[in-house]
């Protein structure tokens, strides 16, 4: 059984790390491209582990069907490949919805594609089920998704992740103006390998999501235990038996034994935001704030396993103060830090950022690029010389 999720592109090596080390197989597949990844499960409850333990993923979906398609004859195809749905474990008598995604030049359009998946299917489960499921279209029980590719390579998948993302996390309940994508904060503790093992502190924490992240990473705490019964996952009665029992990550730390998150910016509102999203985390009791300059952080830590955070991309200031940014932020950093901390960033300036490590005699032991909305940002990881 094939499980597919959706990524931010370019994020699959990160995503097949935290894959591996929760004890999922990736596999090649010939959909896969930058924004998007296959593994293997052994069936629901792996499926359910996997909505309750991953936290890089956006999407994440059982692969229905998959197959490639003559582009002379298309339709004839896609019909076969509905066929081959197995209905059953999936699919009960609620309204269900197609959502069609192609790229390339074909000769019908996404909604066309959409269409003529929907009818057949419609079809298909009245056969196998005895019953002709509604159509909903804006608040259906089940999403299956069909994707055809530029070569004509066809998936279609049931979307387990309901109608917002797995990487929209309960807790936000402060936006930040420049807020961070949750599956971002954790791709870069992912590629930190952040494992709570000491302190951990962000000093341009925005809304706090590497900090909450952080945290639900180092005790274990599902993505997903905020969301709960908001997931359309358990529409489909093979996962019905599992829905009390949601997975969660290994836990690296017990919270008693939890070593200290600390959390910074020169904000006193976004401080004030973050403590807001911490709270309805449930976290903010192992989290110590404070307003005030990135400078700062060594008054406040200085023993870090991790110093991580999203500094500002100097769109509107220019490069040279931007530079002078971020040489007091590497050089907090580093007072802050034990013998052999880390220092994680996600930003867009990455030749900056590997100019001050030449400069500093440090090593950027990871770079990994990944697209985020109209720019290229890199996960970076700097460590001592």
Same mark, same amino acid.
């Given at each position: 059984?094939?499980?597919?999720?959706?990524?931010?592109?370019?994020?699959?090596?990160?995503?097949?790390?935290?894959?591996?080390?929760?004890?999922?197989?990736?596999?090649?597949?010939?959909?896969?491209?930058?924004?998007? %990844? %296959?593994?293997?499960?052994?069936?629901?409850?792996?499926?359910?582990?996997?909505?309750?333990?991953?936290?890089?993923?956006?999407?994440?979906?059982?692969?229905?069907?998959?197959?490639?398609?003559?582009? @002379?004859?298309?339709?004839?195809?896609?019909?076969?490949?509905?066929?081959?749905?197995?209905?059953?474990?999936?699919?009960?008598?609620?309204?269900?919805?197609?959502?069609?995604?192609?790229?390339?030049?074909?000769?019908?359009?996404?909604?066309?594609?959409?269409?003529?998946?929907?009818?057949?299917?419609? @079809?298909?489960?009245?056969?196998?089920?005895?019953?002709?499921?509604?159509?909903?279209?804006?608040?259906? @029980?089940?999403?299956?998704?069909?994707?055809?590719?530029?070569?004509?390579?066809?998936?279609?998948?049931?979307?387990?992740?309901?109608?917002?993302?797995?990487?929209?996390?309960?807790?936000?309940?402060?936006?930040?103006?420049?807020?961070?994508?949750?599956?971002?904060?954790?791709?870069?503790?992912?590629?930190?390998?952040?494992?709570?093992?000491?302190?951990?502190?962000?000093?341009?924490?925005?809304?706090?999501?590497?900090?909450?992240?952080?945290?639900?990473?180092?005790?274990?705490?599902?993505?997903?235990?905020?969301?709960?019964?908001?997931?359309?996952?358990?529409?489909?009665?093979?996962?019905?038996?599992?829905?009390?029992?949601?997975?969660?990550?290994?836990?690296?730390?017990?919270?008693?034994?939890?070593?200290?998150?600390?959390?910074?910016?020169?904000?006193?509102?976004?401080?004030?935001?973050?403590?807001?999203?911490?709270?309805?985390?449930?976290?903010?009791?192992?989290?110590?704030?404070?307003?005030?300059?990135?400078?700062?952080?060594?008054?406040?830590?200085?023993?870090?396993?991790?110093?991580?955070?999203?500094?500002?991309?100097?769109?509107?200031?220019?490069?040279?103060?931007?530079?002078?940014?971020?040489?007091?932020?590497?050089?907090?950093?580093?007072?802050?830090?034990?013998?052999?901390?880390?220092?994680?960033?996600? %930003?867009?300036?990455?030749?900056?950022?590997?100019?001050?490590?030449?400069?500093?005699?440090?090593?950027?032991?990871?770079?990994?690029?990944?697209?985020?909305?109209?720019?290229?940002?890199?996960?970076?990881?700097?460590?001592?010389?």
């Amino acid at each position: 059984m094939r499980a597919c999720a959706t990524i931010a592109p370019g994020l699959r090596p990160v995503v097949h790390r935290e894959l591996e080390r929760n004890g999922f197989t990736p596999v090649d597949d010939a959909l896969d491209n930058a924004g998007w %990844t %296959t593994f293997t499960v052994d069936g629901p409850l792996d499926l359910a582990d996997a909505i309750g333990r991953l936290r890089t993923l956006h999407r994440l979906g059982l692969v229905l069907a998959a197959g490639s398609l003559d582009p @002379d004859d298309p339709w004839d195809g896609l019909d076969a490949l509905v066929d081959e749905i197995d209905v059953d474990p999936w699919f009960a008598e609620g309204p269900f919805a197609v959502r069609g995604h192609r790229t390339g030049d074909h000769e019908f359009t996404s909604m066309e594609l959409a269409a003529r998946v929907g009818d057949r299917l419609h @079809d298909h489960l009245a056969t196998e089920l005895g019953t002709r499921p509604p159509v909903d279209l804006e608040a259906p @029980d089940a999403i299956v998704r069909v994707h055809v590719d530029d070569a004509g390579h066809t998936r279609l998948w049931l979307d387990l992740a309901g109608q917002a993302g797995l990487h929209r996390r309960s807790y936000r309940d402060y936006d930040h103006p420049a807020g961070m994508k949750a599956s971002l904060a954790a791709a870069l503790l992912e590629l930190a390998d952040h494992r709570a093992r000491g302190p951990f502190a962000d000093p341009m924490a925005g809304g706090g999501t590497l900090v909450t992240e952080a945290v639900g990473r180092a005790l274990g705490l599902s993505p997903m235990r905020l969301r709960g019964d908001e997931l359309l996952a358990w529409h489909a009665p093979a996962l019905a038996e599992h829905q009390a029992n949601l997975g969660a990550p290994e836990a690296f730390v017990d919270r008693e034994q939890a070593p200290a998150f600390v959390l910074g910016d020169h904000a006193p509102n976004h401080v004030e935001g973050a403590q807001r999203n911490l709270e309805a985390a449930g976290v903010a009791d192992l989290v110590d704030t404070y307003a005030g300059d990135a400078r700062q952080l060594p008054d406040h830590v200085d023993d870090a396993e991790l110093v991580a955070t999203n500094p500002p991309y100097g769109i509107r200031s220019g490069e040279a103060p931007l530079a002078d940014t971020y040489r007091d932020l590497i050089d907090a950093g580093l007072a802050s830090l034990a013998d052999d901390g880390r220092i994680g960033l996600l %930003t867009p300036k990455a030749d900056l950022v590997h100019r001050i490590a030449d400069e500093r005699g440090l090593t950027v032991a990871e770079d990994e690029t990944v697209k985020h909305g109209r720019l290229t940002i890199h996960l970076l990881v700097v460590d001592r010389g």
